[in-house]
């Protein structure tokens, strides 16, 4: 975990807009996850089955999310050009829909083998040329119980993560993604922060934060997210470490 001052920003804007204002190699580590332009932004029926660990299917609703058009295509090489600019190094989700940037991969198996929906998605990263995997399951409401209980079934449903954004990822993989590559480094950038999942876990665990969002609604709803879940953590925090008073 990181120490010393803590920054934790969002804007509501064009990443492109926000990235100019920053000087080349500013961030130490982006993780971003990019429009691939495979139209999953919400209007579709995600009604279907997972396969259970077991082997058995069980039928699995994801909430309704309106029809946002956001992921018609995929970014511009301007956007890449830049997103390399600012940062010094990059993970990159949606990999196999952009052109290859070099030979490090991360792939994250959702723990879906068999099911109506992808079993794994892939991101580049810049700093080796490594494959690494990670297990963490996520299909609606089969959430894995943690991040090295990935395979197994989080058994309270309450404790689910809230499902806010289509293409949501879980902050149990962007904290594994800091704890693995973000080693010496202090600045994450998001250009793409949607549900706001990567900005909980680097304020979680002590990384500076700078992050994108252009639509109002996501925005606006990540935001309370990311206040409902760091208040938690505060409350946690105060309750572990009580604050001494004069006598």
């Not at 991101?123 to 991040?147: H, K, P, T």
């Not at 606006?220 to 208040?231: S, V």
Request: some cysteine; overall charge positive.
């Amino acid at each position: 975990m990181n120490t010393g001052k803590k920054i934790s920003k969002a804007f509501n804007e064009d990443c492109m807009i926000g990235m100019a204002r920053f000087p080349d190699k500013f961030f130490d580590l982006a993780i971003v996850d990019p429009p691939y332009g495979i139209k999953e932004h919400g209007g579709k029926c995600r009604t279907g089955f997972a396969i259970q660990k077991n082997g058995s299917k069980r039928l699995v609703r994801d909430p309704g999310y309106s029809k946002k058009n956001w992921d018609n295509c995929s970014p511009l090489p301007e956007y890449f050009h830049e997103l390399f600019r600012v940062s010094k190094e990059q993970i990159i989700w949606g990999e196999n829909h952009f052109p290859s940037f070099g030979k490090g991969r991360i792939v994250w198996d959702k723990v879906n083998h068999g099911g109506d929906q992808c079993a794994c998605e892939i991101a580049f990263y810049s700093g080796n040329e490594r494959i690494d995997l990670v297990r963490y399951m996520w299909r609606g409401m089969m959430q894995g119980e943690s991040i090295t209980k990935g395979m197994r079934k989080q058994g309270n449903v309450q404790l689910n993560e809230k499902r806010i954004h289509p293409t949501q990822k879980p902050i149990a993989l962007y904290r594994w993604l800091l704890n693995k590559y973000g080693i010496g480094c202090n600045k994450i950038l998001d250009t793409h922060m949607g549900s706001q999942s990567s900005r909980i876990a680097a304020y979680h665990l002590g990384f500076s934060y700078w992050g994108w969002e252009i639509d109002k609604d996501y925005f606006q709803a990540g935001c309370k997210r990311f206040k409902e879940e760091t208040a938690q953590l505060c409350a946690f925090a105060l309750n572990a470490f009580p604050l001494a008073h004069n006598q």
